[in-house]
């Protein structure tokens, strides 16, 4: 099992910030921010082009993009914030579980992240 699906298990602790039948969103471990939230679909997909190849992988993205609604509403980002996901190991991608990182609380510049 990968990070995130051991994570999403409960196997590896993590403080959640919200759920879903289909979405696990937690805080991450080095944030970049005040607020750094990972929203990770529950079924395993290795990445945005994954989820993007089948119904269900789409069907997922509606849930993930409902649920970062969720995340922004939960951590009062009224004034904005930014969603980042990394694709591939070349676009930064670490762990390879599509995973889209909410980020806000202060007011983000181009350079810092």
Same mark, same amino acid.
């Given at each position: %099992?990968?990070? =995130?699906? *051991?994570?999403?298990?409960?196997?590896?602790?993590?403080?959640?910030?919200? *759920?879903?039948?289909?979405?696990?969103? =937690?805080?991450?471990?080095? /944030? @970049?921010?005040?607020?750094?939230?990972?929203?990770?679909? !529950?079924?395993? =997909?290795?990445?945005?082009?994954? %989820? @993007?190849?089948? &119904? *269900?992988?789409? &069907?997922? +993205?509606? &849930?993930?993009?409902?649920?970062?609604? &969720?995340?922004?509403?939960?951590?009062?980002?009224?004034?904005? =914030?930014?969603?980042?996901?990394?694709?591939? /190991?070349?676009?930064?991608?670490?762990? %390879?579980?599509?995973?889209?990182?909410?980020?806000?609380?202060? !007011?983000?510049?181009?350079? +810092?992240?």
């Amino acid at each position: %099992m990968c990070l =995130f699906c *051991e994570i999403i298990a409960g196997n590896i602790p993590s403080t959640k910030v919200y *759920e879903n039948d289909k979405v696990y969103c =937690f805080n991450d471990i080095n /944030p @970049a921010a005040p607020t750094h939230v990972l929203v990770v679909p !529950k079924k395993h =997909f290795d990445d945005i082009r994954d %989820m @993007a190849s089948s &119904e *269900e992988g789409r &069907e997922y +993205m509606g &849930e993930v993009i409902k649920a970062i609604d &969720e995340v922004a509403k939960i951590r009062g980002l009224d004034n904005g =914030f930014r969603v980042i996901n990394n694709c591939g /190991p070349d676009g930064g991608q670490t762990v %390879m579980h599509a995973h889209y990182h909410v980020i806000g609380g202060v !007011k983000l510049t181009e350079k +810092m992240i």
